[in-house]
């Protein structure tokens, strides 16, 4: 144990040294050390990933395409006459932080996989061309944990850093996979990346790597602290922490295992301000039931020992305040540590809210936000909690991080267990649940899921800047995408900001203050729903209008291919050879008027050009691999004799499914 405290040490103390410098062994300094994180950086985050580069708008009809694993920046032949595809490319000085793959190629029996080759600073030779399924798994010259195998996946986190640019290829057809990196302001001196850099710091690596395996019990400074408290049924009870500028550096709690970890609530408040309100039991990822994991962050055990290790500073006072939702009396022992803290014009308050509410379907499809920050910040984690009704897969969802009121999102992911670092490929059971220092499959319900699911993730070297302004969101996407089907999630989010920084978190009480929803009472909900006819409110039933045009070589269809609920139960469909056209025209609109639609996309259908009025508003192209209904927003329009004229025209060979019209 002395040994690896003076390790821990000495690698954050030289820390500072590198400070100016961006180099190997500055990043990996940074990675292990605690306080890092507590102070805003001089980067911003992004993110390369085969997602599906059919989304390019909330209103466009690929927002919520599937198949995000074929896609890359481009294809191009090597100096050695080689077709290689480009996954990432980036100008300028920066790091690559992180990288995930899944570890099968095209079918569950390939795990040999490509290599992937990584260039920097426009040399022609890569200083990295490995099996990338090896790499990530800790199978190549890097091991675990610094690249860990997971489940069906594999995740590197090595920093790459270089001075100039950065391309990351396969030497095979692009499969699924995401690469974190850091852009550096221009100017900014770093050190890059080299076998012989790599072999020259191999002493820290592998201190690194022993820090990483020990986790949330490395040794921690400062005197333990520790109370045991009783709550009545509505009572709360406040801790002071020591006066003065420092750091809530170890924090342990036991509540039991049962309600209570939901009902009980952990609310933190620095400086005057409350920065944390949650369920003490999902603040840990266990709202629902313990179930042992340890992260570098956070750990729960077996018997119920809730403990957390991020760096919490304030410059004056802090509290913790305990709350009892509950209808009957709750134990709780908690312990903790404080350590001085130096704070500066970059320290920033540790913030952690959690969401839940009703059961919400599985379509229409929807981004369902975790968090949106106004101000500055460092986005450093999640736990994803989902109650799913049904055996199958619950998690098609992309996460999607806009930074700083950017029109595209920065970060867009190719689906949730991606993101949680591991992969589908077959339906989860029990047996996929795993832990490693910054990614916890916690929870997988039997059998195949059905029940409550939990992941969560951690953000070091791969942390999120914000200077103004943060939104993330994951598509509520699972396989089953009806109306009446519901899941209900349950999510916490973490983050550092500035004392002025806001948030749209609430005080969820109605929700917290009651036992986790049993799998019973959802798929209760479920059958009574499945009983209602699905439509959308105000919705103009296509196939209910009698204004259709069709020119020649347009004839109707009911062959429409669909995945997802039909408002009404049916759709209007048509077969258009290129060329053709079919005309509706809705009636008695007497002032300037929204207009959306609801279209089909699939694989037989194509680009066709949309005129309101005979003014061309959008060409939309409405393939699709996987079937979809997305609600298109057309614009606004002024009726011509009280009606608004559509009319669809074929630019190849296209299927033509109208859901239904939107005019409010």
């Not at 009892?324 to 312990?335: A, G, M, Q, R």
């Not at 899921?449 to 699972?478: M, Q, V, W």
């Not at 103009?540 to 291919?561: C, F, M, P, Q």
């Amino acid at each position: 144990m002395r040994r690896l405290l003076l390790t821990l040490t000495a690698l954050t103390l030289t820390l500072h040294a590198f400070s100016q410098r961006v180099t190997l062994s500055s990043l990996l300094r940074e990675m292990v050390d605690r306080e890092a994180v507590t102070r805003f950086p001089a980067y911003r985050a992004h993110q390369a990933s085969s997602y599906n580069r059919t989304s390019v708008s909330p209103d466009a009809p690929g927002w919520f395409a599937d198949s995000d694993g074929v896609w890359c920046i481009r294809e191009e032949t090597n100096a050695r006459g080689e077709t290689e595809w480009v996954l990432m490319e980036d100008h300028g000085p920066g790091a690559i932080t992180k990288m995930w793959a899944v570890c099968f190629y095209y079918g569950l029996a390939d795990t040999t996989g490509a290599n992937v080759r990584i260039y920097l600073d426009g040399s022609p030779t890569p200083v990295i061309d490995t099996n990338f399924f090896a790499l990530v798994k800790g199978e190549s010259f890097i091991a675990p944990p610094l690249a860990a195998e997971t489940r069906r996946a594999g995740n590197l986190y090595l920093p790459i850093p270089y001075a100039k640019s950065c391309k990351v290829t396969m030497n095979k057809k692009v499969f699924y996979n995401i690469i974190s990196y850091r852009r550096y302001p221009a100017g900014t001196p770093v050190e890059s990346f080299s076998m012989a850099l790599f072999e020259q710091n191999k002493l820290l690596i592998d201190s690194v790597n022993r820090v990483l395996s020990q986790g949330i019990d490395t040794p921690s400074a400062g005197k333990q602290q520790s109370t045991r408290i009783t709550l009545a049924p509505g009572e709360k009870q406040t801790v002071r922490l020591p006066k003065g500028s420092r750091a809530l550096s170890d924090l342990t709690l036991n509540v039991g295992d049962g309600p209570q970890l939901r009902q009980t609530i952990l609310a933190l408040t620095f400086d005057g301000r409350q920065t944390v309100w949650s369920p003490i039991g999902d603040f840990f990822s266990v709202g629902v039931g313990i179930r042992p994991y340890s992260t570098w962050e956070r750990s729960v055990t077996s018997d119920g020992i809730l403990r957390c290790r991020w760096m919490m500073p304030y410059r004056k006072s802090a509290s913790a305040t305990f709350e009892n939702l509950s209808d009957t009396t709750v134990h709780i022992e908690f312990s903790y540590k404080t350590v001085p803290y130096r704070w500066d014009s970059e320290s920033m308050y540790f913030h952690s809210r959690w969401k839940s509410g009703e059961p919400t379907p599985g379509f229409p499809l929807f981004d369902y936000n975790l968090v949106e920050v106004q101000g500055r910040g460092v986005y450093v984690g999640d736990q994803f909690t989902v109650l799913n009704p049904a055996e199958g897969w619950w998690g098609e969802g992309d996460e999607k991080v806009w930074v700083d009121h950017e029109a595209f999102p920065s970060l867009f992911g190719t689906g949730t267990e991606d993101y949680y670092g591991w992969a589908g490929g077959v339906v989860p059971t029990s047996a996929d649940q795993f832990s490693v220092p910054f990614l916890a499959n916690v929870r997988v319900a039997d059998p195949n899921s059905k029940g409550y699911n939990t992941c969560t993730r951690s953000r070091s070297l791969d942390a999120i800047p914000f200077a103004k302004h943060l939104r993330f969101d994951i598509e509520s996407s699972g396989s089953m995408r009806y109306n009446w089907f519901h899941m209900l999630y349950a999510v916490n989010a973490f983050w550092y900001a500035d004392g002025t920084a806001t948030d749209n978190a609430e005080e969820l009480r109605q929700y917290a203050s009651q036992p986790p929803m049993p799998l019973s009472a959802l798929e209760q909900l479920n059958t009574a729903a499945k009983e209602q006819d699905y439509s959308v409110d105000g919705a103009i039933e296509a196939e209910n209008l009698s204004t259709y045009t069709l020119s020649d070589g347009a004839v109707e269809s009911d062959r429409i291919e669909i995945w997802g609920d039909r408002s009404g139960g049916h759709l209007q469909g048509f077969e258009l050879p290129a060329g053709a056209s079919v005309t509706v025209r809705l009636t008695e609109l007497f002032a300037e008027t929204p207009l959306k639609l609801c279209v089909v996309t699939n694989s037989s259908c194509s680009e066709v050009e949309i005129r309101v009025n005979g003014e061309l508003v959008r060409t939309l192209d409405l393939y699709s691999e996987h079937a979809a209904l997305p609600v298109i927003d057309l614009g606004r329009f002024a009726p011509a004799e009280n009606a608004l004229e559509i009319r669809f025209t074929a630019l190849k060979d296209t299927q033509l499914g109208l859901d239904y019209f939107l005019t409010r």
